[in-house]
């Protein structure tokens, strides 16, 4: 059956025979949508009737593409549905990330359409974190260990191969987070930071080198899996209280400190990623030995931390257009992650980095 491209369009009959493979004596009778919100994607909660007895939960979070048509057809385009699809299929079962319980994960090769239909955070142990201060100390160290398990793992180019092999290599950018920026600094001058702005006039001006410096070369470690947007948007609480990632659309091929130093700068408070950021990236290099990684030394690391701080701005693009239509709780959100971009750019200083390592 074709894809949905409406929370409304996923019908009892086309979730029965999409949850067949998995849980093969399903059968829906009813579909609920409870609530649809916007986001990067479609996002929906569905609630569900089953004939009969069934473990199936009652209700499920449902993952489309845009329902705006143009913007429908630009993440289509992007292909981040058919990795976050694939990597549901094939390898959340082999990375050491806690992630969500996985209904069904359908995908059109042509289009670049996707329907998610994942485990509900309302109806779960598990929970979100508070966006406003940041994930605990205990947590990143945590993340830390997941992130050098996954790179290590997938370090040897061969197991790569043979299990992840549908993983692109990092892009090189395109123009549509540089059109975003430009609009923000046109538009919003008066909102951003000095320290922003200039990384922001770099970035426009230099897109695909400053994407082939996150992405690869010397910098940041050999080249691994990377689970690719590790900010404090599409993070969980796992019920003992560890990290979880929600969204696997951004997975990558990549420099290993690309992950690492995201996660730090995008998921902690400014304050305790000051304090700990050394401590947590010691902790990161001294696991990835751990896991029979190539080892990287401090230095190294810290410097691909500073370079790939620079990436937070353009991680910022959507936020700093400042949509009127933004509900509030979205305006908050975008206000905290802001806040820890320029925080980062702030303490970190990558501009003599970009300069000295890169000549940019």
């Given at each position: 059956?074709?894809l949905p491209?409406?929370?409304?369009?996923?019908t009892?009959?086309?979730l029965t025979?999409?949850l067949?493979e998995?849980?093969?004596d399903?059968v829906?009778t009813a579909?609920?949508?409870?609530?649809?919100h916007?986001?990067?994607?479609a996002?929906?909660?569905?609630?569900?009737?089953?004939q009969g007895d069934?473990?199936?939960?009652?209700?499920?979070f449902a993952?489309l593409?845009?329902l705006?048509?143009?913007?429908?057809a630009?993440?289509?385009?992007?292909?981040?549905?058919?990795?976050?699809a694939l990597?549901?299929?094939?390898?959340?079962?082999?990375v050491?990330?806690q992630?969500?319980t996985?209904?069904?994960?359908?995908?059109?090769?042509?289009?670049?359409?996707?329907?998610l239909l994942l485990?509900?955070?309302?109806?779960?142990a598990?929970s979100l974190p508070?966006y406003?201060?940041g994930?605990?100390?205990?947590?990143?160290?945590?993340?830390?260990d997941?992130?050098a398990?996954?790179?290590?793992r997938?370090?040897?180019?061969e197991?790569?191969?043979?299990?992840a092999?549908?993983?692109?290599?990092?892009?090189?950018?395109?123009?549509?987070?540089a059109?975003?920026?430009?609009?923000g600094l046109?538009?919003?001058?008066?909102?951003?930071?000095?320290?922003?702005?200039?990384i922001?006039?770099?970035?426009?001006?230099?897109?695909?080198?400053?994407?082939q410096?996150?992405?690869a070369?010397?910098?940041g470690?050999?080249a691994?899996?990377?689970?690719?947007?590790?900010?404090?948007g599409?993070?969980?609480?796992t019920?003992?209280?560890?990290p979880?990632?929600?969204?696997?659309?951004?997975?990558?091929?990549?420099a290993?400190?690309?992950?690492?130093?995201?996660?730090l700068?995008m998921?902690?408070?400014?304050?305790?990623?000051l304090?700990h950021?050394?401590?947590?990236?010691?902790?990161?290099?001294?696991?990835?030995?751990?896991?029979?990684?190539?080892?990287?030394?401090?230095?190294?690391?810290?410097?691909?931390h500073r370079?790939h701080a620079a990436y937070?701005v353009?991680?910022?693009?959507q936020?700093?257009t400042?949509?009127e239509d933004a509900?509030p709780?979205?305006?908050?959100?975008?206000?905290?992650?802001l806040?820890?971009?320029?925080a980062?750019?702030?303490?970190?200083?990558?501009?003599?980095a970009?300069?000295?390592?890169?000549?940019?």
């Amino acid at each position: 059956m074709s894809l949905p491209e409406h929370p409304e369009a996923i019908t009892p009959d086309w979730l029965t025979e999409n949850l067949a493979e998995r849980y093969p004596d399903t059968v829906v009778t009813a579909v609920e949508v409870r609530a649809i919100h916007a986001g990067t994607n479609a996002n929906a909660r569905l609630g569900l009737t089953y004939q009969g007895d069934t473990d199936l939960p009652p209700t499920m979070f449902a993952k489309l593409p845009p329902l705006d048509p143009d913007r429908r057809a630009q993440i289509n385009q992007t292909g981040m549905g058919r990795r976050e699809a694939l990597f549901y299929q094939r390898l959340a079962h082999l990375v050491p990330m806690q992630t969500l319980t996985t209904y069904v994960a359908a995908f059109d090769p042509d289009s670049g359409a996707f329907v998610l239909l994942l485990e509900d955070l309302d109806n779960s142990a598990k929970s979100l974190p508070d966006y406003s201060t940041g994930v605990p100390v205990a947590y990143a160290a945590e993340a830390m260990d997941h992130f050098a398990e996954l790179h290590a793992r997938y370090e040897d180019p061969e197991r790569r191969a043979a299990e992840a092999d549908w993983v692109p290599l990092a892009n090189k950018g395109s123009d549509y987070g540089a059109r975003l920026l430009r609009y923000g600094l046109d538009n919003h001058r008066d909102k951003l930071t000095d320290a922003f702005a200039e990384i922001a006039e770099l970035y426009i001006d230099h897109t695909a080198e400053l994407h082939q410096a996150w992405a690869a070369g010397p910098i940041g470690g050999p080249a691994t899996v990377l689970q690719g947007d590790g900010h404090i948007g599409n993070l969980f609480v796992t019920e003992a209280g560890g990290p979880g990632f929600l969204d696997w659309g951004l997975i990558n091929v990549g420099a290993p400190l690309r992950d690492v130093s995201y996660f730090l700068n995008m998921s902690m408070a400014p304050a305790d990623r000051l304090a700990h950021d050394q401590a947590l990236i010691q902790r990161y290099l001294d696991s990835r030995i751990a896991h029979g990684a190539q080892p990287i030394t401090f230095d190294e690391a810290w410097l691909a931390h500073r370079i790939h701080a620079a990436y937070t701005v353009p991680a910022s693009c959507q936020v700093v257009t400042f949509p009127e239509d933004a509900s509030p709780g979205r305006q908050a959100f975008a206000a905290a992650f802001l806040a820890r971009c320029e925080a980062a750019l702030a303490d970190l200083n990558p501009r003599p980095a970009l300069r000295d390592t890169l000549g940019l």
